[in-house]
């Protein structure tokens, strides 16, 4: 089991949206917020298991543009960092 | 490409053709659907705002005739993502729906608008409101984007799906709003939905989502590569930030260069009426309430309307185009160090305007501590109701000297310091409010970025007309009341069926009695009445001194520039230009702040903080100038 969970983070070093460079994606898995805005993010189409892509960085790289479901939205660095992703399987990253 | 349903073939035919079977239809969406364009484009100009009492959430009533002439009446409700009972405006769309508020009445059904081009989160919110079990239209609105961007979806399998009848409409060309009166002829019918999403667990609705769009053959559209060619340039490292530097100057380059001529124009124009009216009129008192009450009064308010109507234009222009929402990108950062968002931006740039408007702007903030911040900063913005007093005072008494080159003379450096200190206090009071009293731990800043559109002029046509009505609404009540009442107090007592001298006047004495308060300020009585009338509005000050100058006949034939010279030295005017640029002389901006904020403490802290600022500020600048000016 622990090697497991260690083979795991070796593969998928990725775990916030925050560590993504722009022009990668990740799959969402969770939040780290108070609920409120976890379902504001949600109601805007960030829903675990869906693929999210860093479009670009703004001025001063800070916010990020993303890009999920479709739509573009604007987000902070600080709350990038709450959001927990992981890195495409290489089955999805072939789906692409 | 999928031909709109007939709706017939959906709900059964018409019972008595033509006749309406709803009198009262909700309109309901998620925010970007194009909800209040298809709302403008079936009420026209029969719509009004109202606000749910309790509450401060506005919406929009209106009536939609049908072919026949027959009347429906119709709620814009506020644009909601989900229908979740935490959320202010989601609250209030629940309450409506279910004939829960007070005040509206319950909607016989409701009429669905989505973006055909996000029916995969769209169609979430459709699951909840047709789970409310009113008979209900889904219109997949911007059919002409979908079809341009590659996407599809067949219609008669989402419509078995759903239970209700659905069609594919553009709100901007009209395709497809015939649906909406077939809908509204139509049997009534309770959706009967074939399965419904469980509620709760996001991941499930969306799956439920995408099943449902997936029977329909829905394929989305690409996202137009414009959009992302012109985000590569305005969201650009370097260029980004310069773009909205220039944008920003624009915006006040032409209220300034096509505003002020126009209100030139108008002044003349009001003037010569007045010359005019006071010609025709017998000479004696209507002669002098009509002209020199009432006609100056409200008229020095009127030619500020090009100006006002000039700035909401553009920044509809920008808000419907969609770059304030990169505005607010850009902004961001800067505004983080003040302790607020990029979402502030938008209320703040507004305020230039007018505070009124920009503080019912606040809305879109989610975090309250933030909002109130920015309700609080709000009228330290250059507002266009300052203008024409610091338009009068810099004329007056700063000669027009070039500082830098012969564009840029002393007027126009006086007027940007003017601006630049309001901006100034803006800043520190956020940062002083934002360290202390509201400071908040969890900042979310979260904009979504819609495509880039071109704006309609229609809707920028009707928001213009809802804010010229109530510019002229407020110049026809408070200052046309305030103008009425200080003529008459220029004409009592009476003696002997005469007016009296302007300095036996009642308002004479008024203004001696407030006196020893604003000599500090380098003020004399005169400017003081003028001070007072102008905490109703700003602008007051200058129908007041035009009132109390008409009736004296020493500076009857003159000016009011020039007659002002004789009130204050220009130690004094600097003063009063300070006054102004700090103090909260608005009566319009405290109500509103009162019913965004939801009682008194508020705006009445707001109005106590301004104005001790604008009075310690007024004194020192009178005391400095004092030293260097006389």
């Not at chain 2, 993502?81 to 729906?97: A, C, G």
């Not at chain 2, 300034?256 to 008192?285: E, M, R, T």
């Not at chain 2, 009162?594 to 104005?611: C, D, S, V």
């Amino acid at each position: 089991m622990v090697f497991n969970f260690m083979k795991q983070r070796a593969i998928h070093s990725v775990h916030t949206l925050f560590d993504l460079a722009v022009g990668e994606s990740g799959i969402l898995e969770d939040f780290n917020m108070p609920q409120t805005i976890a379902e504001h993010l949600m109601n805007l189409g960030f829903v675990p298991g869906l693929e999210v892509l860093v479009a670009r960085s703004g001025p001063g790289g800070n916010p990020r543009v993303y890009r999920v479901d479709g739509t573009e939205v604007a987000l902070r660095r600080d709350l990038s960092r709450c959001i927990a992703v992981r890195a495409l399987t290489s089955a999805e990253a072939e789906a692409k | 490409m999928s031909v709109p349903v007939s709706i017939q073939t959906l709900t059964g035919p018409p019972r008595v053709p033509g006749s309406p079977v709803y009198k009262t239809v909700a309109v309901v969406g998620p925010p970007n659907a194009g909800k209040t364009t298809l709302f403008n484009r079936l009420t026209g100009l029969r719509q009004k705002v109202g606000n749910f009492p309790g509450v401060t959430v506005e919406h929009h009533t209106g009536t939609f005739r049908l072919e026949n002439g027959a009347e429906v009446s119709l709620i814009d409700l506020p644009g909601v993502y989900s229908l979740n009972p935490k959320s202010e405006d989601e609250k209030v769309t629940i309450d409506v729906l279910n004939g829960e508020m007070p005040g509206a009445e319950r909607p016989d059904a409701i009429i669905l608008v989505l973006d055909s081009n996000n029916l995969n989160r769209h169609l979430i919110l459709a699951g909840r409101v047709i789970s409310l079990g009113l008979p209900t239209l889904v219109l997949l609105n911007m059919a002409d984007e979908l079809r341009k961007q590659g996407g599809q979806v067949d219609v008669l399998p989402l419509a078995r799906q759903l239970g209700t009848p659905v069609a594919l409409v553009s709100a901007v060309t009209g395709e497809g709003i015939i649906a909406v009166e077939n809908f509204l002829v139509a049997t009534p019918q309770a959706p009967e939905p074939l399965e419904l999403p469980i509620f709760g667990d996001p991941r499930h609705c969306r799956e439920w989502a995408v099943r449902v769009g997936t029977h329909a053959a829905y394929r989305r559209g690409a996202t137009p590569e414009w959009t992302r060619r012109l985000d590569s340039i305005f969201l650009h490292k370097f260029w980004g930030g310069i773009i909205f530097a220039i944008v920003i100057v624009a915006v006040f380059q032409t209220i300034f260069s096509l505003g002020q001529p126009a209100s030139d124009l108008l002044q003349k124009l009001l003037d010569n009426v007045a010359v005019h009216l006071s010609n025709v009129l017998p000479a004696g008192i209507i002669n002098s309430l009509v002209v020199n009450g009432v006609w100056k009064g409200a008229g020095s308010v009127l030619v500020f309307l090009p100006q006002i109507l000039l700035l909401f234009l553009v920044i509809g222009i920008l808000e419907d185009s969609g770059y304030l929402a990169r505005a607010a990108v850009i902004s961001d950062k800067v505004m983080a160090r003040v302790g607020l968002n990029g979402k502030s931006f938008i209320p703040l740039l507004s305020a230039y305007g007018c505070a009124v408007p920009a503080i019912m702007a606040t809305r879109t903030i989610e975090n309250k501590r933030d909002r109130i911040a920015t309700i609080l900063i709000a009228p330290f913005m250059t507002c266009s109701a300052r203008l024409p007093v610091y338009t009068m005072v810099i004329a007056a008494f700063i000669p027009n000297r070039p500082v830098l080159g012969p564009f840029i003379g002393t007027r126009a450096v006086a007027m940007l310091s003017l601006y630049v200190l309001g901006f100034a206090m803006a800043v520190i009071t956020a940062r002083a409010l934002k360290s202390s009293v509201l400071r908040s731990k969890d900042v979310a800043f979260i904009m979504e970025l819609p495509p880039y559109r071109w704006p309609m002029w229609k809707s920028l046509g009707l928001r213009l007309m809802d804010r010229g009505n109530a510019f002229l609404f407020r110049a026809g009540t408070v200052i046309l009341g305030v103008s009425i009442v200080l003529w008459a107090l220029t004409y009592l007592p009476m003696h002997n069926g005469q007016p009296p001298d302007i300095a036996d006047s009642a308002i004479s004495h008024i203004g001696h009695f407030i006196e020893p308060a604003i000599r500090p300020l380098g003020f004399n009585w005169k400017i003081g009445v003028g001070l007072l009338s102008s905490f109703a509005a700003r602008e007051v000050i200058i129908a007041t001194m035009g009132t109390l100058h008409g009736v004296d006949p020493e500076s009857h034939a003159m000016a009011l520039q020039q007659a002002l010279k004789s009130d204050l030295t220009p130690a004094g005017a600097i003063a009063l230009l300070v006054f102004f640029a700090f103090a909260m002389q608005c009566m319009s901006t405290m109500a509103v702040v009162r019913r965004e904020t939801n009682g008194w403490k508020w705006p009445i802290l707001q109005f106590l903080y301004m104005t001790t600022v604008a009075y310690v500020a007024a004194f020192v600048a009178y005391r400095i100038t004092l030293l260097y000016w006389n």
